[in-house]
């Protein structure tokens, strides 16, 4: 079992930055450091869509176009912990934001939701414009 941890959302105006995290807890570590992760969102009436992913070892990273060039994903597996920097942040940006785990190994990191396996219970982020 794997557990995943969301925090660092919040309300902020556009223009502001928020530093998400997602920390995986007590025995999963051992896991959580051979898979690739990832943080999706979810918007009030929308599907939930792919945000960014980190490999493993953090060398590969993947972001969505709607994203790229303002939000930065990194991971600190001695920690156990996920981030995402979100900068310039946009109202349309405005949504809930899951970490998730991938069930994949290699060296890439994936896009799709059904890659992945364990997920957070979500933190808001909210921006205002």
């Known amino acids: 079992q794997v557990q995943l941890v969301e925090s660092g959302g919040g309300l902020v105006q556009a223009g502001g930055s928020l530093r998400l995290s997602c920390a995986a807890s007590g025995r999963t570590l051992n896991v959580f450091n051979v898979h690739s992760m990832a943080w999706f969102r979810q918007a009030p009436g929308k599907e939930r869509e792919f945000v960014s992913c980190?490999?493993?070892?953090?060398?590969?990273?993947s972001y969505a176009d709607s994203v790229n060039g303002r939000f930065t994903i990194s991971r600190d597996n001695a920690k156990g912990t996920v981030y995402l920097q979100m900068n310039s942040l946009k109202p349309e940006d405005t949504a809930i934001y899951y970490c998730?785990?991938?069930?994949?190994?290699?060296?890439?990191?994936?896009?799709?939701?059904?890659?992945?396996?364990?997920w957070g219970q979500g933190t808001q982020v909210t921006v205002s414009s």
């Open positions: 998730a785990k991938s069930r994949l190994y290699g060296q890439a990191c994936y896009r799709a939701i059904g890659d992945y396996d364990y």
């Open positions: 980190i490999n493993w070892n953090g060398a590969s990273t």
